[in-house]
């Protein structure tokens, strides 16, 4: 009888032990637990706050120097507003199978390119270090998914440097299977996929023949789903991959979810009029005059 309540004790302390133990780890783990720094920083950049957001995620960065999830976050910044400059998280952009597939017409801001990629740069410097310590660091395998998945969206739309693009969404495909096997509720890093898997199953049959003796394949249907993981339960790209979805959908002819999405989107982000102006295109209401501040 003392033999089981010792067992029972001993278990007890080490069930604690593991759950500290888990507790401390998410703790440690930016990317994977919600850091108020970081949620108000998101949240200033999907307000088309973007100058903001990088403040709060370069401050956040200074007290965590060897966290490479805060340069992702800041390279994100400069990628968002890049895109938001040029129009392309809209219908307008997304609509135009010309501009989707191709990219923008002209070029991008080449300051705000620069300051992009010596983020990138920086937090792949940060993910590697973390990996050569251990090859299955979750933090690492995330900041190398990511900031593949961004340096693709950069090359393929902003570039137009579309064989450096696939190469990369190959790479951000690859880093976030295995993040996923790794951390299993890892559920931000769908959008690498998602997004990967609906550019790539959007292009022509031909082309996409030739990629899968790349080992490069695409499914638009499997990408919209990956991104519907991220909305259910994400944490930081949540708003992101519920702009991509909508408008996916609105490609796809979905309407009923694009308009559920990019209302919530306005509901959830008033002061935005990026959400207000697509949402009411979806809807078929007036266009607010004022899009851009």
């Known amino acids: 009888m003392r033999w089981r309540s010792h067992s029972v004790a001993a278990l007890l302390l080490f069930s604690a032990a593991v759950c500290n133990a888990r507790a401390n780890a998410d703790a440690a783990s930016p990317a994977f637990s919600n850091v108020p720094e970081l949620v108000s920083g998101f949240q200033s950049l999907y307000l088309q706050n973007f100058t903001e957001a990088r403040e709060k995620f370069s401050k ?3 007290q965590h120097p060897d966290e490479p999830f805060g340069e992702v976050a800041v390279a994100a910044s400069y990628l968002f507003e890049e895109f938001y400059r040029q129009n392309v998280l809209s219908s307008d952009f997304f609509l135009n199978e010309k501009g989707f597939l191709h990219g923008i017409e002209g070029k991008p801001d080449a300051e705000r390119m620069k300051s992009f990629q010596e983020a990138i740069l920086l937090a792949r410097r940060l993910a590697r270090q973390r990996l050569e310590k251990n090859e ?3 933090e690492g395998l995330f900041a190398m998914a990511l900031s593949a998945g961004m340096e693709s969206d950069a090359d393929m739309i902003l570039k137009k440097e579309h064989i450096e693009a696939l190469k990369r969404l190959k790479e951000a495909n690859e880093h976030a299977k295995q993040l996923l096997a790794e951390q299993t509720d890892a559920n931000d890093a769908y959008v690498a996929l998602g997004a990967a898997n609906y550019i790539i199953g959007s292009l022509s049959g031909g082309t996409r023949f030739i990629l899968r003796f790349g080992g490069i394949h695409g499914d638009k249907k499997l990408g919209m789903e990956q991104l519907g993981k991220t909305i259910e339960n994400g944490r930081y790209l949540k708003p992101f991959a519920k ?3 909508a408008l996916a959908a609105r490609r796809q002819k979905q309407n ?4 559920k999405l990019l209302r919530e989107l306005s509901e959830e982000f008033p002061e935005s009029p990026l959400y207000t102006a697509e949402c009411a295109k979806a809807m078929g209401w007036p266009i ?4 851009h501040p």
Request: proline letters at 12%.
């Open 60 to 62: 956040w960065e200074t």
């Open 136 to 138: 299955h660091d979750p």
């Open 243 to 245: 702009i991509l979805l």
């Open 256 to 259: 009923d979810l694009a308009q």
């Open 288 to 291: 607010p005059a004022q899009m």
